[in-house]
């Protein structure tokens, strides 16, 4: 079983920055891709970012190119996700997610592990 645990949410002023951080723990070694997904109120859940888990490989959703950068930090099993010039649009719950695909996917029902996502609030 792995186990997903998002934090770094809060509340921003627009063209602010804020960090999320996702913590993988328990049986990793399974892990290939963990993903950041997005879900704002009456929206569906849609794709952001994702990484390999060997960090090599990284894919962005066009909304998030040139403003978010996501990271691994390899010895503490963590994923980054670095969000700048952040925009109201941008206000939603954050969820991080792992695959066992060999393959970045953008797709929510190809990753079986989730945590229980933070808000972030991006006020204009």
């Known amino acids: 079983q792995v186990w997903l645990r998002e934090s770094g949410g809060g509340l921003v002023q627009a063209g602010g920055s804020l960090r999320l951080s996702c913590v993988v723990s328990?049986?990793?070694?399974?892990?290939?891709?963990v993903g950041w997904f997005r879900q704002a109120p009456g929206k569906e859940r849609e794709f952001v970012a994702a990484?390999?888990?060997?960090?090599?490989?990284?894919y962005y959703a066009d909304s998030a190119k040139g403003r978010f950068t996501i990271s691994r930090d390899n010895p503490w099993n963590t994923v980054h996700l670095q969000m700048n010039s952040l925009k109201p649009e941008d206000t939603a719950v954050y969820s991080c997610?792992?695959?066992?695909?060999?393959?970045?996917?953008?797709?929510?029902?190809?990753?079986?592990?989730w945590g229980q996502g933070t808000q972030v609030t991006v006020s204009s």
């Open positions: 990484i390999t888990w060997s960090g090599g490989v990284t």
């Open positions: 328990g049986r990793t070694f399974s892990t290939n891709v």
């Open positions: 997610a792992r695959s066992q695909v060999v393959d970045i996917t953008t797709t929510p029902f190809t990753y079986d592990s």
